[in-house]
């Protein structure tokens, strides 16, 4: 099965990579999720959070302080100003 | 003890202890190379995905911009320059003062008016002691700069662009800086951050580089006007991490060497010293042979 190349990095540093088999983000027209095989995106995050469910384990959930993100052949970049993996969640 | 013994013992000691002092500044500038490296290193995926969206939309969609637009004429800059706040690193601030008073020049023989913006403590002095007038100043974190610093320089010269010309704004902004290429050149470097030369898609044999067509959300133009603040935070970002490694690599550079000649110095002085005691026994004994000579005779 196909999956997701998912990279968050933020302004000075990357906050989480790894393979993914969905990513659900909320932008500033709402929410969008992520599956593999998506078309082209270029998107504004809203200030929020970004979740990401990676092949093994539970899902990742990221506090992202506004920025975008882009998917290109299956390759998901989360651009935050500020980005933290929110572990409480 | 003779005079001369002294003033060398104290010129010896003196050196040794400036030794110690240019050692211990080698040797945290040596240790705090790696992690300004290291962020360096860091904030490029960072830098990367923003220049590759920017340019996806820059290049795909014939959005007209006003931080892409060229103008036609400009008549006033803006010039950000770089140094560090502390001396000691040789002439790492003043090779980038000197880049600077060169565009400077270059900026005000083509009839612009300059603004001036600094970074460091070093540049605030250089423009103070000349009473020469700028805009803003930013200092205390050159050899660690924060996001936070890059963000408000971003946000002061964004604004001064978006400021007509006419009251008192900008229509072009330079960065002066030094950009670290290896542990032992460093090179003062001038890039233009606005307007922005977006590079344009290049057709390449390697497809992976093709940018595909995307879809924006919500419209390209306000994906654009939300990128490129950020684009300019990350270039004024990424040009703060180069010049504090630049900044820390010829610190050590010159630590180094002044740790070296301290060396050479305290072996001369050393010499000298036993060259006057040397002097000052064979004295001693000539007076004293003379004078048994002049009682025996």
């Known amino acids: 099965m196909a999956q997701l190349d998912v990279e968050v990095v933020a302004a000075d540093h990357a906050v989480w990579s790894g393979a993914a088999r969905r990513v659900n983000a909320f932008t500033v027209n709402g929410d969008i999720g992520v599956l593999p095989g998506h078309t082209p995106v270029i998107a504004l995050l809203a200030a929020g959070r970004v979740e990401v469910q990676p092949l093994e384990g539970p899902r990742v959930h990221i506090k992202a302080d506004g920025g975008f993100f882009s998917v290109e052949n299956n390759r998901v970049t989360i651009v935050a100003d500020d980005a933290v993996v929110d572990a409480t969640a | ?297």
């Open chain 2, 1 to 297: 003890m003779g005079a001369q013994i002294r003033v060398y013992r104290q010129k010896i000691s003196s050196t040794s202890s400036m030794q110690k002092i240019f050692k211990a500044m080698e040797l945290i500038a040596t240790s705090r190379i790696g992690k300004a490296r290291a962020r360096v290193a860091a904030s490029l995926p960072y830098a990367k995905a923003i220049t590759r969206a920017v340019s996806a939309v820059a290049s795909q969609s014939e959005v007209d911009h006003p931080l892409t637009r060229e103008p036609e004429t400009s008549t006033r800059s803006a010039v950000v320059i770089c140094t560090s706040d502390r001396g000691l690193a040789g002439s790492y601030s003043s090779s980038v003062l000197k880049e600077a008073e060169e565009l400077l020049t270059k900026l005000a023989a083509e009839g612009k008016q300059v603004d001036v913006y600094l970074y460091g403590r070093k540049a605030e002095a250089y423009f103070e002691f000349r009473g020469r007038e700028y805009k803003r100043v930013w200092t205390g974190h050159t050899d660690e700069p924060l996001f936070e610093t890059a963000k408000e320089i971003g946000a002061a010269v964004l604004e001064a662009f978006n400021t007509d010309t006419t009251a008192g704004g900008v229509d072009e902004i330079h960065l002066v800086y030094t950009q670290f290429k290896s542990m032992v050149v460093q090179e003062p470097n001038v890039v233009r951050l606005l307007p922005l030369e977006v590079v344009e898609e290049k057709v390449t044999e390697n497809t992976a580089d093709i940018l595909p067509l995307y879809e924006y959300e919500p419209e390209p133009e306000q994906v654009l006007d939300a990128l490129l603040p950020r684009y300019i935070d990350s270039r004024v970002f990424a040009a703060l991490l180069q010049a504090a490694a630049s900044e820390l690599a010829a610190r050590q550079r010159a630590m180094k060497t002044a740790g070296d000649n301290a060396t050479e110095l305290i072996k001369k002085y050393t010499r000298l010293r036993n060259n006057a005691r040397q002097a000052e026994i064979t004295q001693e004994l000539t007076e004293i042979v003379a004078g048994a000579d002049s009682l025996s005779s």
